[in-house]
């Protein structure tokens, strides 16, 4: 051990003094080549790839609440009653409103309000309001059911 | 005082008694030093299921709101003096609230659940109750003994 390190001390006491005059002046050759060719990459090619946002990026998808910036009210059944099942009255859930989180609260909140103050059914659907439009199909969940 | 709204299911009954019902409620928030700020008729309909309320059964009602400025404080004493009033099938005190700016969440919901945050966070707490696994240091994978 102590004669390999002795050579190595040697040797690169050797180079070091022999190898200044001779070894630095290529170092600094190779240094500005380098610094050349990147300059003319960065000026001159047009085909580098640019740092750009992705411009095929779909637009953020809204759910149907937010899209139209409606805020359920207690009072406003007949929209209230579009997320009430027709067969047993229960709040549909979040996977097949396709309502976002605090949209979906806000619903289930405002319908059971309503219930509390005599405006809404709770076992079914007010027949008055069994004819209007689908927001969405309970038979086809965006996320699977749990059951 | 922050506003409150008084959600009122009325008896069935004739429009001058109607009248001296609301009255009544009006006189009971001015009582306790409350504000009036608005009244709301909405209208006299089949309640969705038939009500029991002072030992009478109801299946028609009146629906009123009543907008109001009171201490919190006093919320419980007015129920309490609404609850006495055979008039009065139902009541609900709801405090009054703008709707909050909210921007849709939904695109970061319907992610893959691996990309969205509160499954990354739920990953990291069981990450983290993972129990140490006791290290032999015999530089063998598998055990060498019999256990």
């Known amino acids: 051990m102590f004669k390999l390190t002795r ?17 630095l002046p290529r170092l600094f050759a190779n240094a500005p080549a380098v610094s050349e060719e990147e300059n003319t990459a960065t000026t001159k090619n047009a085909d580098e790839p640019i740092d750009i946002p992705n411009p095929f990026e779909k637009d953020p998808q809204q759910c149907i609440l937010c899209k139209h910036n409606i ?12 997320f009430q099942s027709p067969y047993t009255g229960r709040i549909y859930g979040r996977h097949i409103t396709g309502l976002c989180k605090q949209k979906q609260e806000d619903v289930e909140k405002a319908i059971i309000r309503a219930q509390r103050c005599l405006l809404m059914p709770g076992y079914h659907k007010d027949l008055d309001f069994l004819q209007d439009p689908k927001l969405f199909d309970p038979e086809k969940p965006v996320r699977p059911h749990k059951y | 005082m922050p506003s409150y709204e008084l959600a009122l299911v009325l008896r069935q009954l004739p429009r001058p008694e109607l009248i001296s019902v609301i009255k009544r409620t009006a006189e009971a928030i001015f009582d306790k030093g409350g504000i009036i700020r608005k009244f709301e008729n909405l209208g006299t309909r089949a309640l969705p299921h038939k009500v029991s309320e002072h030992g ?7 629906h009123f709101t009543i907008i109001f400025d009171s201490a919190p404080t006093k919320l419980s004493d007015l129920r309490e003096e609404f609850g006495r009033d055979i008039d009065i099938i139902r009541r609900n005190i709801f405090k009054l609230e703008e709707p909050e700016e909210h921007k849709c969440t939904l695109h970061e919901e319907m992610l893959p659940p691996s990309y969205r945050k509160d499954v990354q966070e739920i990953i990291d707490i069981a990450k983290r109750k993972q129990k140490p696994k006791y290290n032999y240091n015999s530089g063998l994978d598998y055990y060498p003994f019999q256990k």
């Open chain 1, 7 to 23: 050579l190595i001390a040697r040797n690169a006491n050797v180079g070091s003094l022999r190898g200044t005059q001779q070894l």
């Open chain 1, 71 to 82: 805020t359920p009210h207690y009072k406003n059944v007949k929209l209230l009653s579009q």
């Open chain 2, 56 to 62: 009478v059964v109801h299946r028609e009602a009146t």
